[in-house]
């Protein structure tokens, strides 16, 4: 009970003969006397007259356990609830007898941050319903607290007010993931809760909905009960991508957010594919604790994976739904059992079962500023084209002004040779180049010709970290003149698709960016480019530093994104430049600690001289990530807020997640392994939110303000510098490549 409880040491009926579904081993409920509390002054008594069976019920059957709960000793089950009060406390102000009542089942400690904060269903000391050591609510009378008791509406049942506890968690995932009239939703799992969430999305006002399942019946269900479209799959890992094609094309449309409702691998990885760029994957079902999912390239497309544990201040709103008419949950009650030993262990097999039972009822200048990424964790690059394109010279032979660059034309085959720019736009600059960083982006394409999904079929010039003078200005431009000394944003939008209408243009499909195939970059001694992505420079900000915008945007996007501020603590996985400039810019958003993790020893020196609060020093062993999360929890000597992963392994990914507090985010920056064997599952119930990044948007005038400012120095961070001779380029990729001490040219 909410309240407490307890069974009397003989088994002989107690006062009120008050009886409980008692789970006493595994398989095993008996039906036995339970001791109601005390009435304090302001619980009620109310007397159960539906209790619904849930999954994790049956989990606590079948298992004595439920993801990280384990029945120690015997315990009352039940938790979805509804009844009529018998007894009110002596201050209880807003229930009588005889009200009909749903009863929230969770008991919040009202002390802790998360209630303070709004969260109260990540308190830590919550008292929940048949959650152990708590005993739970399929009794025949229970003492709760009246602010936990709903009062039930006149056309509204007691078995429709006990479903409002599975209702809850589609109600709570809906808000979660912000469902609203232009939200095209996708639910994998058409379970039981599956469903709830199908009828709390219509209800949130979602135009169209699919359903995703193995099992035909269930997706009938789904369908009679409103969805627009369904998808039959397989249980098979190698049917993904085909099965993403179907479900797009059931859709019709872009899908915004997906449910996982199910838990697997599979279902988990087919959400992540099939969700829009900027959309988001709510997990909601609770199954393998490590997924091997592909983060990665959802990262790449700021797909958002976010997770849900129970629900806050939902009942109201599921009551208002019922009432109106906006959610219908009479026909998810298939079955009804009373409650006598018999029944009750019927009612348990059928919920087990499965089939056609959905919810049984119980009781009714060119300095190539090198950024060696040290080969451990770098972000997802960019290379560039010039903005506005040019091409190399048909002989080789020298074109205008000679302009040169930088060409890479086989794998690790770089040549200077001309290169031609195209037409000053009316909106356009023509730039000299004079510092050039090299990223790790650069050194993948050089060794590769690939990085990431893009792949160089044909000679391309590369770099995209970059700063110089204007030499010519177009008609139309009035912002800047000749001789302005300008950091140039490497990437050019469309300006016409909803992610740049809606303000997320760096996620635009038709993105034109420097050295990102067939685009060509930056590394040669002119570029033309649209004047709005050139920043003039501060006097006191270098050609350098300007250069270095490009990779402190990363940081100031993810810091953005993970919304970094004056009460952040931050955990930096991964010490390389791109780990360095994250930490910059949390310091410089005001974080007021900063741990930064890595398995070299230069660094984490490297990032203690410029400002890291402590280091971890971890292995590669993936054996070892419980006792690193204990070290890193230590140094940091309280709740980790936010976390970086800027390497991008399964290893630093899954400390990223167990090391996070309830609430907090998990921002995947580098851009490692497509796929990660990760404790998705532990992390989601936590509701800690893994959020990516791609490149960044609008973060130069802020770089350059901290630049101006002080508030960031990135000089400390450029090791290496070469000329634009053919032999220093080559030696410059070569630096960059080896890593060592080297951390950015």
Not at 326 to 333: F, G, N, R
Not at 583 to 607: K, Q, T
Request: charged share 20%.
């Amino acid at each position: 009970m909410g309240k407490g409880g307890e069974v009397s040491g003989d088994g002989a009926k107690v006062e009120g003969e008050n009886m409980a579904a008692w789970l006493v081993a595994v398989n095993t409920l008996k039906i036995q006397p339970f001791r109601l509390p005390p009435l304090g002054p302001y619980d009620v008594r109310v007397r159960m007259k539906a209790v619904g069976i849930c999954g994790s019920d049956v989990h606590h059957l079948k298992t004595m356990r439920c993801a990280h709960f384990v029945v120690k000793a015997p315990m009352v089950l039940g938790h979805e609830c509804a009844g009529v009060i018998e007894e009110v406390g002596s201050e209880v102000k807003s229930l009588v007898v005889g009200d009909r009542v749903a009863l929230e089942p969770g008991i919040s400690c009202g002390h802790c941050k998360y209630c303070k904060g709004g969260r109260y269903n990540l308190c830590r000391s919550m008292r929940f319903f048949g959650s152990p050591p708590v005993n739970g609510s399929l009794a025949n009378q229970v003492v709760h607290p009246a602010n936990l008791c709903f009062r039930l509406p006149e056309n509204v049942s007691l078995e429709e007010g006990a479903m409002c506890e599975p209702l809850s968690v589609g109600i709570h995932a809906c808000r979660r993931a912000n469902v609203g009239p232009e939200t095209n939703v996708l639910i994998m799992g058409a379970g039981p809760i599956g469903l709830v969430t199908m009828l709390a999305a219509r209800a949130f006002g979602a135009p169209r909905i699919i359903m995703v399942d193995v099992d035909s019946y269930r997706l009938s269900v789904a369908k009679s009960l409103g969805a627009d479209g369904f998808v039959k799959v397989s249980t098979n890992n190698q049917d993904v991508d085909e099965e993403v094609i179907q479900i797009q094309q059931a859709m019709g449309n872009d899908i915004d957010v997906s449910f996982d409702c199910a838990g697997f691998s599979k279902t988990v990885s087919t959400a992540l594919n099939a969700t829009r760029a900027g959309g988001k994957v709510c997990l909601i079902g609770m199954g393998c604790n490590e997924m091997t999912v592909p983060l990665t390239p959802a990262a790449a497309r700021e797909v958002d994976v976010i997770g849900i544990f129970r629900y806050k201040d939902t009942w109201p709103l599921c009551l208002e739904f019922l009432r109106t008419g906006k959610i219908d949950v009479k026909p998810l009650i298939t079955h009804r059992f009373g409650f006598s030993q018999e029944e009750l262990v019927e009612a348990f097999e059928v919920s087990a079962r499965g089939g056609d039972a959905i919810k049984p009822s119980s009781l009714s200048s060119l300095e190539a500023l090198l950024y060696s990424k040290h080969r451990q964790g770098s972000r997802r690059s960019a290379f560039t084209e010039m903005g506005k394109g040019g091409e190399g010279s048909g002989d080789g032979a020298k074109v205008e002004e000679e302009n040169m660059a930088a060409w890479l034309v086989s794998v690790n085959t770089l040549k200077i040779q001309p290169f031609r720019l195209p037409s000053l736009g009316p909106y356009d600059v023509r730039v000299r180049m004079k510092a050039v960083g090299i990223c790790g982006s650069d050194v993948h394409y050089l060794k590769t010709l690939r990085c990431a999904h893009f792949v160089v079929k044909e000679p391309m010039v590369i770099g995209h970290e970059c700063a110089g003078v204007i030499e010519e200005v177009g008609s139309e431009v009035k912002s800047l003149v000749v001789g302005d000394r300008v950091a140039l944003e490497p990437g050019i939008s469309c300006w016409r698709c909803k992610n740049c209408k809606g303000g997320r243009y760096n996620l635009c499909p038709d993105m034109k960016f420097f050295a990102t195939p067939p685009v060509h970059g930056s590394l040669a001694n002119q570029v033309v480019h649209p004047a709005d992505l050139c920043f003039k420079l501060p006097e006191n900000v270098s050609l350098e530093e300007g250069a270095m915008c490009e990779p402190l945007s990363v940081g100031i996007h993810a810091c953005r994104r993970a919304n970094v501020g004056s009460e952040t603590n931050v955990l930096i996985m991964g010490a390389g430049p791109i780990g360095l400039v994250t930490m910059l810019a949390a310091r410089a958003f005001g974080a007021p600690r900063i741990i930064i993790v890595d398995v070299d020893g230069y660094r984490l020196s490297v990032a203690k001289s410029l400002g890291a609060d402590d280091v971890v020093k971890v292995s590669t062993n993936n054996q070892d990530v419980d006792e690193d999360v204990v070290q890193i929890q230590k140094a940091m000597g309280s709740d980790v807020d936010v976390s970086f992963d800027c390497a991008g392994f399964s290893k630093t990914m899954s400390t990223a997640l167990n090391a996070t507090c309830a609430g907090g985010k998990v921002c995947l920056v580098g851009m490692g392994h497509n796929e990660m064997t990760v404790p998705l599952t532990p992390a989601a119930a936590r509701e800690v939110d893994v959020v990516g990044i791609f490149r960044y948007k609008d973060t130069w005038p802020l770089c350059i303000e901290f630049l101006r400012s002080g508030k960031i120095d990135v000089k400390p961070l450029i090791t290496h510098r070469f000329g634009f001779s053919q032999e220093e380029v080559v030696e410059a990729f070569e630096v960059s490549a080896r890593g060592g001490d080297a951390i950015k040219m």
